[in-house]
């Protein structure tokens, strides 16, 4: 039911175009996966998420599992259904978020103890656990539980933390039956390049037709993450698709690309846009600053999504100012649609052989420290 | 350019059906206006609010004063085209604002002195300056600039709210010159009913094309509302719609339509959306409670909404419960639509002359202390 076919490499980089084929339709890479953690990308409608160009979306199994709970999604008729999307979801396996948000948590080879964010009550999450949660949501793509080891991490607890990884994904794998749901191991490896290899070699073996990369950007310079990248890009094999988790900014997500990667999801677009925030070809723009108080014109100029061919930038911040919630709308429409475009536009550079030049332009417009 | 048609008259109430023709279309009465006070109807894009069946919103001349600024939306090209909204729009005068927002404020003849409500910048409005600023924004029915007295102010204050309301209509009146745009006066007079009648009776010389009635729904108990409402019943001009400002539930627009009003506006669909709460024909009902996690029913039965088509109970009280906007956001299209849906029900009554029949089983099923 699952299927990846690579219809275009880049020669000097690697990048691809694929086509990524699930039981609830076909995906085309490389793709950017807006976050529903809650089973809603914040603000949007599934209507608008579609609009905007996505063709899969995440969703979290630690959020979901404490809120509203699996079971009552299970019986609502899984989470498609639930919220009204009907497509492909990838869910994650919650590993991150317990990492991420649990203040209290005490990991062991059985599986990860910790208290729920929302309440301090006690929960006892496994890598059997995990899946089950997944099984009940009943996503397309579920994803192996890992630990992800700090960003500082000794190589110690780094090499730990990958060891635990691997044996849990053997767990996972040994219960991950389902034909519709394709598992996604994650490599490891924290910052340590024969780490990294070794993880991506020991995970090979579970990647059916998909493997992620876990642990990046989470708090390291992005020369680093890109270090990390080209030390696993000899290593992955051609006939899936290759995940960098939790990376959304437009930067990395083309020298991802250039490093051979497929698949993203990030908050970022739709957390900075609640916050004000747009994402343009030159850089992240405040929309709150008083410049644009009598700014008639666009988010950004030759954009074709629905906030820009409606509204202006001395409109959104005005909703922005006074906490409007269709503020926010409005900057979430236009950041998953940028970087949908930018997907768009990466994919016609790889096609016409022009991926680095592409990726010069780009980073001749592009200011990466989001001053305008 | 503005012209008001009764096209069918219940004999025992009162109530009309009337085709209200303003520039920017055709409204057909009895109408309810949801608000954008902001120069957004909270959560929704103009599209839904459109869809949601809705002819003519509101928005609030206080707040689009001080923020943006009304010379911005002028520059902007009006209100209309800031917000994308390109049906008929109402704008109140701020008068109910200074009086319920602004905690200093000195009122005189000459005007209004006041702080803003967001950083306590003092400012000055008068019934020309209210007048420029909703000609500055390009409305299409243009409120009066009046003083609203408190529920509990004592006859005299009472008497020289409504002689000083009535002297601010004179220079509103003189000011108020465009073609385009359509003065509606309000009466006011507290809950004394000499003073209803003399301020309706003093007012009436300045009513082109729509009344409006104030200072009502402002704390009262609703027995009083209507009680002022049936006196001031015999004194309406057949010719013009009458507003009935500031009121919202089901239960008050069916007894509102019964004493002859036309036209409603209240911010309560859609404040109560955002908190979690559904209007019905049954009541009101708190999506928030636990009764509701596992109903996968729609909020309504028979509603064909937006948010009743596609979405279940369980999963609105899920993004309610974990403060996600597309909550707030469908119980908005839901309340809404369910508004308009209550004024196309008693149209049909109207039409088929069973208006009381009507009524009579709307409030056996309908539980006004919002119990369920």
């Not at 006892?124 to 997944?134: A, D, H, R, V």
């Not at 991490?153 to 994904?169: F, N, Q, V």
């Not at 008083?290 to 906030?307: L, T």
Request: a positive charge; aromatic letters at 10%.
């Amino acid at each position: 039911m699952f299927k990846y076919e690579v219809l275009k490499e880049c020669k000097q980089t690697g990048a691809r175009i694929g086509r990524f084929t699930t039981p609830r339709g076909v995906i085309e890479t490389p793709v950017f996966m807006p976050v529903g953690t809650m089973a809603s990308v914040k603000a949007l409608s599934p209507e608008e998420v579609l609009m905007a160009g996505s063709q899969i979306i995440l969703a979290n199994t630690y959020h979901l599992y404490l809120r509203p709970g699996h079971k009552i999604i299970e019986k609502a008729g899984g989470l498609h259904k639930f919220m009204n999307w009907h497509r492909p979801i990838l869910t994650d396996s919650g590993g991150f978020q317990i990492f991420s948000l649990s203040s209290l948590r005490k990991i062991t080879d059985e599986g990860c103890r910790f208290n729920s964010f929302i309440d301090g009550s006690i929960h006892f999450l496994t890598p059997e656990k995990s899946i089950e949660i997944q099984q009940s949501l009943g996503s397309d793509i579920i994803m192996a539980f890992d630990e992800c080891s700090a960003a500082d991490a000794s190589y110690d607890k780094a090499k730990e933390a990958m060891e635990r990884t691997l044996s849990w994904l053997d767990r996972c794998h040994k219960v991950a039956s389902r034909d519709d749901q394709m598992l996604f191991p994650i490599v490891q490896g924290n910052m340590y390049k024969d780490l990294r290899i070794e993880s991506i070699k020991r995970t090979l073996p579970y990647a059916k037709c998909g493997i992620a990369i876990g642990g990046l950007s989470v708090g390291e310079p992005k020369p680093v993450m890109y270090e990390m990248l080209d030390t696993l890009k000899p290593y992955y094999p051609s006939n899936m698709p290759r995940y960098l988790m939790g990376v959304g900014s437009a930067d990395c997500l083309v020298e991802g690309i250039c490093r051979g990667i497929d698949m993203f999801d990030c908050v970022l677009p739709t957390r900075i846009a609640r916050n004000g925030t747009a994402m343009t070809a030159k850089g992240n723009i405040t929309i709150r600053n008083s410049q644009f108080k009598e700014d008639f014109g666009p988010v950004e100029e030759n954009c074709d999504c629905y906030c820009c061919k409606n509204y202006s930038r001395a409109y959104i911040r005005h909703l922005i100012n006074t906490d409007e919630i269709f503020g926010g709308r409005l900057l979430t429409i236009h950041n998953i649609s940028f970087l949908h475009r930018l997907m768009n536009d990466i994919k016609q550079a790889i096609w016409t052989d022009s991926l680095l030049d592409f990726r010069n332009k780009f980073f001749d417009g592009y200011n990466i420290k989001n001053k305008q």
